[in-house]
Structure formats: structure tokens, C-alpha cells
């Protein structure tokens, strides 16, 4: 960052990568909360020798710039933090004043805290954030990323599902006869899939390959949760669901059972092939496709969070339990691919379910783009991400309501949420409004003060109760009203 990139950046009014602090003679403390968000988030800059002032910033510079720098650096590669960081330090003279400018990477080894755990901060919007105890568990999760399914259970091939193990023997010599592990047996297949190793059963071919009941011996409450929705959100909808897929055995069975739903939601103008792979004329189903294995493929089983797929009138949401391993641009840019779960990957790779290399993110994007004329939106926070495949071509009724529910305000959309799920938490209405935590944060303390909202319980499982002061119902009615009429229209 040179020096115009730096004055450059104080023009903005919100800085996601960017903090400054006035530090005219010391460290401040709180610029040791800034380090642990940007390490343990995307990075970002912290600057000595600047101050926010009305939405604005004063030059106050560093006295003694050598000694500041110094005494953060050496904090910083000391005991303080739990990590050792490697800031890149530059120097710039403004206005005749010495500020300092810290580049703070994203650590590989998260979380990232200085004393205690309790001191452990992420970066939200423009602000530092303390993380809660789940993000903390979901951090050191994400730094085995790529190895849990890899670990031994203590299942053996008797603990396993027979028929499950045959039909993927049959659909894999269906789908390449030619392969060489059409001559194996049961277990020796298994071996070389790395569903065995050693005479036990691993993680991820449990996952694939397990019965039900085993399955959530180690896990809690194993499924991955597929609804459709009437609507073009809960709101508009008539029922909260019209269908849900029922518990399944293990992925081998969700793959299947929520495939043949998910080719009736898309536009399918040619035959399908019996491996259910797309031709060069069907992008589309190749790009969901790559979605959902992508979603077995990438889960973080171990969450509390599950993972979901939603099918809207418009769009159908792939929800992801854990971060991506890298930002979306990199992955696109270097076709990078770093499953979380690589030997749920390598199994669906042997039957061609899956691309043998690259992340599969430029088959949903190009794929979806050449069809429907719009790309996937992906967003996210620290312990999940989420993939939204939009179903119109153009201005149809379908985007014609969504733009309906749109006009609603904020306040009143997390009212109707509310409604819905009363228990909801503060994330989740983020992840379904598309905003920050903070300005959800803010949207419910505004909602409390103004006594149309109250909180039962403590934080964790407690609810939500909607005050009769709330007049939002008529708001409501009128949407609805609005969305039949552009039923009728169309």
C-alpha cells in the first residue's frame, strides 16, 4: 500500500481490511483486538498516527515511530498471542507527521487470540467483533481442514452398509466399465477409496458408505436438510414447506435422492443420460450438479449447523456448514481445489460425480451463467457459506415477487422471520437477509427500544416474542395481495 492508496482509503466510509488508531505514544490495547480479527478473518491493514473523527480522520502521527514500532512487533512475534505474526510494516510521512501501516495476514492456524481464548475476535463490517464459543469451535475445525474424514473410527466393513457398497460397485462399472476397480472385491475396493484403511473404517467413508445408526454414533443428528418452498421466501409462501426429504441412510443415498429432485426444479429442455451427467447442451444440470457434491464434498459434518438445500420459486440455495479454504476470487483465479472432506471427494470422483480437478466453482458459474443469463451469488461468514442459483431468465412473476418482498423494510422482514421461528439466531437472520451481523444487532436493539420486540431467555435457547405493538400484519396482507396479483398478471 503506497501513500495514496493509504489517503485514498481514509475517503471510505467503511473499512472491512482497514483500521486506524491514534497510537501517538503508545499501543493502544484495542489494536490488539484489530490483529486477532484480521488474523483470524481476511487480513487487512492497522495504521499508528491517525484518528477517526465524525466520520472523518485527523493526522496525529507517531512520536517516537522506531520505539512504537519496535514495541507492537515484538508483541506480536512474542507470548502475547498464542500464534507467532509476521507483520509487514511501512512507514509514510504525512503532513510532516510519521504514521505507521501494519499488514496483518490471515493466519492458517486459527483461532488467533492474545492471554486467553476469551480474547479470540473476528472482523464484522468495519468493526472488531468477539467470537463466540461456536465460531471458535468452528476455527479449529477449519485448522484440520482437509484431514478429519481422513481419521480412523473405530468401525470396521461389517459396521457398513451392504447394499449401499453394492450399488456404488454397479453404478461405478454403469459408468466407466472400463475402470480398474471393477475387478475388485468389496473390501478391496473400499481400500483403495480409502473408506478403510488399515482394517478400519475412516471418517469419510463412513460418512458414504455407513448405516444411519452408526453414523450418528459419531455424529450428532447426521442429514442433510432439503425443503421446498412455494414461495419466493417463508413469508409468501403459503406453507412453510410443500416438501422435505425424509432421513436418508447415508451421502451415497442423499446424493441420489435429492438429484432426481433437484433436475425437476431446473430447465431441462433435452433427454437426460442415464448417468445423469449434462451434454455440451446442458450446462445448467451440470452446473447444480457440481453444487450439490460440492456441498458433500465441503461440509463441515461436525457443526452444529447442517447442511441445506432450499428451493424457492426463484432460486435454490446450497447452504454450506464452514468457510470456504480460500476467498472466492483465488479459487476461481488459480482452479483451486482443496476439499474439506477428501475422501468423500475421491469416492465421488471414481464414479465421475465429480471433476477430477479444479474446485468445480467455474462448471456452477459458467455453466448456470450460459443458461439462465445470471451467475451464482456466493456469500458467507466465518463458519459457513452459501451458493444461490437464481431460476429466471428475466422479469417473470417469479422475480416479479421476489421484488415485492424486497420493498419491505428490514425491521420488518426480521419481524416476519421472527414469526416464523421465533428461536432464530442472530446469524441466521443475517445468512437470510443478506446483511452483517452488526446491522442485524442494530435492526434488534432498534425493535427492543421501540417495544416491538422482546427477548425470552437467555442468549443461548431463549426466543424472540413479537409485542402487540407490532402493526406489520397489514404490511404483510398487502405483499401477499401484491404477489397475487402478479400471479394473475402473468
Given at each position: 500500500m503506497n501513500q495514496k492508496e493509504l489517503l485514498d482509503k481514509l475517503e471510505e466510509l467503511e473499512w472491512e481490511d482497514f483500521e486506524v488508531k491514534e497510537a501517538r505514544t503508545s499501543i493502544p490495547k484495542s489494536s490488539f483486538e484489530t490483529v486477532s480479527a484480521f488474523s483470524n478473518t481476511n487480513g487487512g491493514w492497522l495504521v499508528f498516527g491517525i484518528k477517526e473523527y465524525r466520520r472523518g480522520y485527523n493526522i496525529t502521527g507517531v512520536e517516537d515511530a522506531e520505539k512504537i514500532e519496535q514495541?507492537?512487533?515484538?508483541?506480536?512475534?512474542?507470548?502475547?498471542?498464542?500464534?507467532?505474526?509476521?507483520?509487514?510494516?511501512?512507514?509514510?510521512?504525512?503532513?510532516?507527521?510519521?504514521?505507521?501501516?501494519?499488514?496483518?495476514?490471515?493466519?492458517?492456524?486459527?483461532?488467533?487470540?492474545?492471554?486467553?481464548?476469551?480474547?479470540?475476535?473476528?472482523?464484522?463490517?468495519?468493526?472488531?467483533?468477539?467470537?463466540?464459543?461456536?465460531?471458535?469451535?468452528?476455527?479449529?475445525?477449519?485448522?484440520?481442514?482437509?484431514?478429519?474424514?481422513?481419521?480412523?473410527?473405530?468401525?470396521?466393513?461389517?459396521?457398513?452398509?451392504?447394499?449401499?457398497?453394492?450399488?456404488?460397485?454397479?453404478?461405478?462399472?454403469?459408468?466407466?466399465?472400463?475402470?480398474?476397480?471393477?475387478?475388485?472385491?468389496?473390501?478391496?475396493?473400499?481400500?483403495?477409496?480409502?473408506?478403510?484403511?488399515?482394517?478400519?473404517?475412516?471418517?469419510?467413508?463412513?460418512?458414504?458408505?455407513?448405516?444411519?445408526?452408526?453414523?450418528?454414533?459419531?455424529?450428532?443428528?447426521?442429514?442433510?436438510?432439503?425443503?421446498?418452498?412455494?414461495?419466493?421466501?417463508y413469508s409468501d409462501a403459503p406453507t412453510r414447506y410443500s416438501y422435505r426429504l425424509s432421513e436418508e441412510e447415508n451421502l451415497f443415498r442423499f446424493y441420489f435422492s435429492i438429484f432426481e429432485r433437484l433436475i425437476k426444479k431446473i430447465d431441462l429442455p433435452f433427454t437426460l443420460r442415464a448417468d445423469g451427467f449434462a451434454t455440451d447442451r446442458q450446462p445448467q444440470l451440470t452446473a447444480i450438479r457440481e453444487a450439490l457434491v460440492n456441498l458433500l464434498m465441503h461440509s463441515d459434518y461436525f457443526s452444529p449447523m447442517k447442511p441445506r438445500i432450499r428451493v424457492f420459486l426463484d432460486r435454490i440455495e446450497f447452504m454450506n456448514p464452514g468457510a470456504l479454504p480460500k476467498d472466492l476470487d483465488s479459487i476461481m483465479k488459480e482452479d483451486f481445489t482443496m476439499p474439506r472432506n477428501p475422501t468423500v471427494a475421491r469416492i465421488f470422483r471414481v464414479i465421475r460425480l465429480s471433476e477430477n480437478a479444479g474446485s468445480g466453482f467455474d462448471k456452477m458459474f459458467g455453466g448456470w451463467k450460459s443458461y439462465y443469463e445470471v451467475e451464482p451469488k456466493v456469500s458467507g461468514e466465518l463458519d459457513y457459506y452459501k451458493i444461490v442459483f437464481p431460476l429466471s431468465k428475466e422479469e417473470t412473476v417469479k422475480e416479479s415477487t421476489r421484488k415485492v418482498q424486497e420493498e419491505l423494510k428490514t425491521g420488518e422482514k426480521i419481524i416476519?422471520?421472527?414469526?416464523?421461528?421465533?428461536?432464530?439466531?442472530?446469524?441466521?437472520?443475517?445468512?437470510?437477509?443478506?446483511?452483517?451481523?452488526?446491522?442485524?444487532?442494530?435492526?434488534?436493539?432498534?425493535?427492543?427500544?421501540?417495544?416491538?420486540?422482546?427477548?425470552?431467555?437467555?442468549?443461548?435457547?431463549?426466543?424472540?416474542?413479537?409485542?402487540?405493538?407490532?402493526?406489520?400484519e397489514k404490511t404483510r396482507e398487502k405483499t401477499r395481495e401484491k404477489t397475487r396479483e402478479k400471479t394473475r398478471e402473468n
Open positions: 514495541d507492537f512487533t515484538t508483541a506480536l512475534r512474542g507470548e502475547k498471542f498464542n500464534q507467532k505474526i509476521i507483520a509487514t510494516c511501512k512507514k509514510y510521512l504525512i503532513e510532516g507527521k510519521n504514521v505507521l501501516a501494519f499488514y496483518i495476514q490471515t493466519s492458517e492456524k486459527r483461532p488467533v487470540y492474545f492471554n486467553s481464548r476469551k480474547n479470540t475476535f473476528i472482523r464484522t463490517g468495519s468493526g472488531d467483533q468477539r467470537a463466540t464459543d461456536a465460531e471458535i469451535d468452528a476455527m479449529y475445525r477449519d485448522s484440520a481442514f482437509g484431514t478429519k474424514d481422513k481419521e480412523l473410527t473405530d468401525f470396521t466393513i461389517e459396521d457398513l452398509n451392504p447394499k449401499t457398497i453394492e450399488d456404488y460397485k454397479i453404478y461405478l462399472g454403469n459408468v466407466n466399465p472400463e475402470h480398474r476397480y471393477n475387478k475388485l472385491s468389496a473390501e478391496a475396493l473400499l481400500e483403495k477409496l480409502q473408506a478403510i484403511v488399515d482394517g478400519k473404517v475412516t471418517i469419510g467413508g463412513l460418512l458414504v458408505f455407513g448405516t444411519e445408526d452408526n453414523i450418528n454414533r459419531l455424529l450428532t443428528d447426521f442429514r442433510i436438510d432439503y425443503l421446498e418452498i412455494p414461495g419466493t421466501s416476519l422471520l421472527i414469526k416464523e421461528e421465533p428461536s432464530i439466531t442472530t446469524k441466521e437472520l443475517a445468512g437470510e437477509l443478506g446483511v452483517t451481523v452488526k446491522g442485524i444487532e442494530w435492526q434488534l436493539k432498534s425493535l427492543k427500544e421501540k417495544d416491538i420486540l422482546r427477548r425470552v431467555g437467555p442468549d443461548k435457547g431463549g426466543h424472540w416474542e413479537i409485542t402487540e405493538n407490532w402493526t406489520g
